[in-house]
């Protein structure tokens, strides 16, 4: 009783960090099940998911860079679709723990594998499109990958605003510091009541194994890591 208690809890959570309450739970259990558990995983969920980041990342792409050909806009995508940066947009969601893994996959422990990891977001981002439409996985798209998006367009759709910086701050520091530190840097994050009624993230960044620290605050833990990772950039490029 208690193990459910805490499963649910622990979902329950997650849907706090994704921004989005399931209507149906079981396609988030889904989408977090891995083929090593059974023929009820989430593979199908991640064809689809693939599918819709695509989509979603063209529709930006095509009004962000209205000048570019096919061949470009093909290579930009690209790089905003690498596991790299959904790998890291599921630890910023702490996917890791909850990862559904048969027995022998539990013990090589590949709950932490890049490309397992980008195949669960890939897999969440189906299941909100099933459960809920797109301008939810648009929504999550926008806060993850920090895209800037025009809630105005006539036909109801979210649409790109132009020129907006493609590369997220969080990935470009994690590029930087492997290169020039060779270690990732490590966030964490507390909250703090700055009004009555305003609830305020910190979060702190850290280059292992050094001292550079730095700290930001917003309304969500995304933007404050976000924050604080411009900060780092601006330190170490100094």
Not at 3 to 23: C, N
Not at 83 to 95: S, T
Not at 152 to 164: A, E, K
Request: with cysteine; proline share 2%; aromatic share 6%.
């Amino acid at each position: 009783m208690a193990d459910s208690v805490s499963k649910g809890r622990a979902l329950t959570g997650l849907q706090e960090r994704l921004g989005y309450h399931f209507k149906d739970e079981d396609l988030l259990i889904q989408a977090l099940t891995h083929s090593s558990r059974g023929p009820q995983n989430n593979e199908r969920l991640e064809f689809l998911g693939d599918a819709v980041l695509k989509f979603v990342l063209s529709h930006y792409l095509f009004g962000a860079l209205s000048q570019a050909g096919e061949g470009e806009l093909t290579k930009e995508r690209a790089s905003l679709e690498t596991n790299a940066r959904l790998a890291q947009i599921a630890c910023d969601l702490d996917v890791a723990s909850l990862v559904r893994l048969g027995k022998g996959a539990q013990k090589d422990g590949i709950s932490t594998n890049e490309g397992l990891l980008a195949g669960v977001v890939e897999a969440i981002i189906a299941a909100i499109y099933l459960d809920g439409s797109l301008d939810d996985v648009v929504n999550l798209i926008h806060r993850h990958l920090d895209l800037n998006w025009n809630s105005s367009d006539s036909r109801g759709s979210r649409m790109p605003h132009v020129g907006r910086a493609l590369l997220h701050p969080k990935t470009e520091l994690q590029e930087l510091t492997i290169k020039k530190f060779g270690v990732y840097p490590i966030y964490s994050n507390h909250k703090s009541q700055s009004t009555e009624n305003e609830l305020i993230w910190g979060a702190r960044c850290e280059i292992p194994n050094s001292k550079l620290e730095t700290e930001g605050e917003a309304a969500n833990i995304q933007a404050a890591e976000t924050i604080a990772a411009q900060k780092m950039l601006a330190l170490i490029q100094k």
